[in-house]
Nanobody, 127 residues
Framework: QVRLVESGGGSVQPGDSLSLSCAAS????????MGWFRQAPGKARETVAT????????WYRESVRGRFTISRDNTKKTVTLKMEDLKPEDTAIYYC????????????????????WGQGTQVTVSS
């Protein structure tokens, strides 16, 4: 079982930047797909970005393309989400999750309420 711990959230103003980190423990990190997801109060869960085991396949939801960057370091067993030009609409609890089957299976599974994810970190963007 891969354990995931998110960190780096906080309260910022529109236009600011923030970097989230996901630390993973487990012996299979280097061969599993990872992703960032978010959920705002009263709203549906959303996929933010996913990355394949070797970084060769990256997916972003349209609303964050050009502003967010997902990356991973398989040596350190971490996944990072660098967020720039943050908007109030980005306010949510951000979670990281994993799936050994690949990015597509990860996205489908998390949206269906399945999978392995961490405790989340709060991101609040307001004036």
């Amino acid at each position: 079982q891969v354990r995931l711990v998110e960190s780096g959230g906080g309260s910022v103003q529109p236009g600011d930047s923030l970097s989230l980190s996901c630390a993973a423990s487990g012996r299979t990190f280097s061969i599993i797909a990872m992703g960032w997801f978010r959920q705002a109060p009263g709203k549906a869960r959303e996929t933010v970005a996913t990355i394949s085991y070797n970084g060769g396949e990256i997916w972003y939801r349209e609303s964050v393309r050009g502003r967010f960057t997902i990356s991973r370091d398989n040596t350190k067993k971490t996944v990072t989400l660098k967020m720039e030009d943050l908007k109030p609409e980005d306010t949510a609890i951000y979670y990281c999750a994993e799936d050994s089957r690949g990015p597509e299976a990860l996205r489908v599974g998390v949206m269906a309420g399945r999978g392995n994810w961490g405790q989340g970190t709060q991101v609040t963007v307001s004036s």
